[in-house]
């Protein structure tokens, strides 16, 4: 019983934070500002709602829990390397920034050497 | 199963499309390509999440497959469309 308390708190925690998540989605202003929201969404929303799944199975059936432990080491390790390649990708084809930003190290390293 | 969890469970699928469907706007007016290639990563981040609550629901260790499928395919992806953006100049 404990366990399925436990299990069903971090779904919601994970609910909630991927409402969030894509509410940041919409309103911030630009791609790399966005990536931020959306991390948001997978780390906080998905990964904790799998493991609270994970968590949720785990007296009942150990098999099941193993299985939704996976899918959460999954997500973890793929999300932030897409996230990566895709924004690194973005700044190489001079995706233009939002124009207050004030500190672009990736383009100083760049004219420097 | 007792009956108040399931109604719980089907609570937090319909919160999760629902942060689904708010994505959805993202990856149709994006003004570039990389927001809409973030707003569909997460959202099929989201979509194993919802796969693996439906699993817990219906009580089927099948559907876990198809979430490690769902968080594979939606990572290589992410990683084709990131090298095709990548030679390409500003805008679309």
């Given at each position: 019983m404990i366990a399925e308390l436990v299990g069903l708190a971090l779904i919601f925690l994970g609910v909630f934070c991927s409402i969030v998540g894509s509410v940041g989605l919409v309103r911030f202003p630009d791609a790399y500002i966005r990536s931020h929201a959306a991390t948001v969404s997978s780390m906080g929303g998905a990964v904790v709602a799998s493991f609270g799944a994970s968590i949720f199975a785990l007296t009942v059936n150990p098999a099941f829990s193993i299985k939704a432990f996976i899918v959460a080491l999954i997500i973890i390790f793929t999300s932030p390397t897409g996230t990566h390649a895709i924004l690194k990708a973005a700044h190489k084809s001079r995706i233009p920034m939002w124009p207050?930003?004030?500190?672009d190290k990736l383009k100083e390293d760049k004219k420097i050497g | 199963m007792i009956e108040p969890i399931k109604t719980i469970l089907t609570l937090t699928v319909l919160g999760i499309i629902l942060a689904i469907c708010i994505a959805f706007y993202r990856l149709v007016k994006g003004p570039t390509a990389p927001d809409r290639v973030i707003a569909g990563d997460m959202m099929a981040n989201l979509a194993t999440a919802v796969v693996v609550i439906l699993s817990i629901y219906y009580e089927e260790a099948m559907l876990l497959d198809i979430a490690i499928l769902l968080a594979i395919l939606g990572f290589i992806g992410t990683l084709a469309i990131s090298k095709y953006v990548e030679g390409r100049g500003v805008g679309d």
């Open positions: 207050q930003t004030f500190c | -």
